[in-house]
């Protein structure tokens, strides 16, 4: 597991969040002392999440539904809390132990965190349908702020008839050092047998765009995985709405977990400054050594070493491109 650093504080910011004491729950350290009353409070893992609903699993293995108090939302899937016990089932969340990251997803109308302490990143895409190179970047932006190991799943490799187009489209990524691996869900032994050695002793969250198979790939992974969500789901009380929810699984063959998050659509990254932001783009980091100025954006100041690299070819220009969205993304929402 990988050490909570300064480095890795940067994945905790939101713009426009307010993370003051009044709107969010105490964040402690693993150690931050004994309860109370053993019989009253208790340490678990959060599984599962929907609103102001959680799933927390205890060290014995059972689970309580737990909620915040008033209207904080600050909890994740993949969070150490300690909480209240009530009743036989139910429990009130009252801290929330030191994270080593967080994740974040948006839509068009907010951004909002949604797991937490990962250790791995894996973005399934697929020959077909066509995946988005522009998500892709941002995950792996979003995968280097919080120092979060990525590997990208390429998926569907049953279908070979448009597997060397697809690898054509990721050897500039792999070139820069993303690492890629191939695997067919619909072979639920062969994705077993390539996966599981990357997932044995981690945390990984698994992400996929609509038809890249990511469900497939859950399924050989987890077996009872449907059985682990229809359970919570009722426990949790969230009905039809649970395939926007996100959870937490235990691997039955290796000592890992996978957080799986149904929906996703983009990541949020409008925390990142410019600093963070290039951080997902390794190919960036030689020629950043050469540019004039300590402040350089990138974007057309004289000298700048970045640019340069594009126009010798060492920088795929859609990369580049790709960084200026996210740059003039976020600097757009900091004036609001």
Not at 106 to 133: C, G, H, M, W
Not at 204 to 230: C, E, I, R, W, Y
């Amino acid at each position: 597991m990988r050490p909570y650093t300064r480095e890795t504080r940067y994945a905790t910011r939101t713009a426009g969040h307010d993370t003051s004491p009044s709107n969010q729950l105490n964040t402690a350290p693993p150690d931050a002392g004994k309860p109370a009353d053993a019989n009253t409070r208790a340490c678990g893992l959060i599984t599962a999440a929907y609103g102001r609903h959680f799933m927390v699993e205890l060290p014995d293995g059972s689970r309580r539904t737990c909620f915040t108090r008033g209207k904080k939302t600050g909890p994740a899937v993949g969070d150490h809390v300690e909480i209240a016990l009530q009743g036989a089932d139910e429990g009130v969340i009252d801290q929330i132990l030191e994270r080593r990251n967080l994740l974040y997803r948006s839509d068009d109308a907010r951004t909002k965190q949604f797991a937490a302490n990962v250790d791995q990143l894996l973005v399934v895409i697929a020959p077909e349908p066509v995946y988005s190179d522009d998500l892709l970047g941002r995950a792996l932006v979003a995968a280097a702020s919080a120092g979060i190991d990525p590997v990208i799943v390429l998926n569907k490799c049953d279908l070979t008839h448009s597997l060397d187009a697809v690898r054509a489209r990721l050897a500039p990524l792999q070139s820069t050092g993303a690492r890629v691996v191939e695997t067919s869900g619909a072979q639920p032994d062969q994705a077993r047998h390539d996966l599981e050695p990357l997932l044995t002793g981690k945390c990984s969250l698994l992400l996929g765009q609509s038809g890249m198979g990511k469900s497939t790939l859950l399924n050989a992974l987890v077996p009872d995985a449907n059985a682990h969500t229809q359970e919570h789901s009722l426990a949790l009380g969230t009905g039809k709405h649970t395939t926007t929810s996100t959870r937490l699984y235990h691997l039955p063959n290796c000592r890992g977990t996978l957080i799986d998050s149904p929906g996703f659509q983009a990541f949020g990254l409008s925390h990142l400054g410019q600093t963070e932001i290039e951080r997902g783009f390794p190919e960036f980091h030689d020629a950043i050594e050469q540019c004039r100025f300590y402040n350089c954006t990138h974007r057309h100041e004289p000298g700048c070493g970045v640019l340069g690299a594009i126009q010798r070819g060492e920088i795929q220009t859609a990369r580049h491109d790709l960084y200026m969205r996210i740059l003039a993304e976020n600097e757009g929402r900091s004036r609001y």
